[in-house]
T-cell receptor, first 115, second 111 residues
């Protein structure tokens, strides 16, 4: 198993364009998380899935953001009508939830720059 | 909600020990994690401690937890230049709560 992978690693787009990121979790991990990290800050939670169900969304996730995990495996995060404030690193993490203990493993991230 | 505070910077000489401190506010935190982030990269899990433990040792890493004061520390013995990175503590509350991160501590190791 190669760990969590994310594509693309870098994305430059113009304001107003739509972008989509993909995350492939560790095999058989049932939970998948999306975080956003801006410069000088720690990651901030956006949303998470258990299997294909989206169980929680942060208030940071405006209506321009949508995430899916259609078959309970990979996930996509789409940002519509991008704004310069969306520039950040978008991190994906996966875990195998088993009782109280749950360790999240992070991917390398997708760095987005909105011009 | 949970609030996590860490010192922003720490500088140590190669071979010395580093101690990175973290305070948190949610007393119901069950597991507390330490992650390392190198420039431009994702987060690498270093270690974690369960809230009913006071200490956990893992090779060069020692985690101390003072649950009463809601204080967590990470000690790195024999610090190397490859340890230069940003270190995040991330408590996890009870139930299905996401991790909460502070701003992280940037560790610089001087050769």
């Amino acid at each position: 198993d190669t760990g969590v992978s994310q594509n693309p690693r870098h994305k430059i787009t113009k304001r107003g364009q739509n972008v989509t990121f993909r995350c492939d979790p560790i095999s058989e991990h049932n939970r998948l998380y999306w975080y956003r990290q801006t410069l000088g800050q720690g990651p901030e939670f956006l949303t998470y899935f258990q299997n294909e169900a989206q169980l929680e969304k942060s208030r940071l996730l405006s209506d321009r953001f949508s995430a899916e995990r259609p078959k309970g495996s990979f996930s996509t995060l789409e940002i519509q009508r991008t704004e310069q404030g969306d520039s950040a690193m978008y991190l994906c993490a996966s875990s195998l939830a088993a009782g109280a203990q749950e360790t999240q493993y992070f991917g390398p991230g997708t760095r987005l720059l909105v011009l | 909600g949970e609030d996590v505070e860490q010192s922003l910077f720490l500088s140590v000489r190669e071979g010395d020990s580093s101690v990175i401190n973290c305070t948190y506010t949610d007393s119901s935190s069950t597991y507390l994690y330490w992650y390392k982030q190198e420039p431009g990269a994702g987060l690498q899990l270093l270690t974690y401690i369960f809230s009913n433990m006071d200490m956990k040792q893992d090779q060069r890493l020692t985690v101390l937890l003072n649950k009463k004061d809601k204080h967590l520390s990470l000690r790195i013995a024999d610090t190397q230049t490859g340890d230069s990175a940003i270190y995040f503590c991330a408590p996890r509350g009870s139930g299905n709560t996401p991790l909460v991160f502070g701003k992280g501590t940037r560790l610089s190791v001087i050769a």
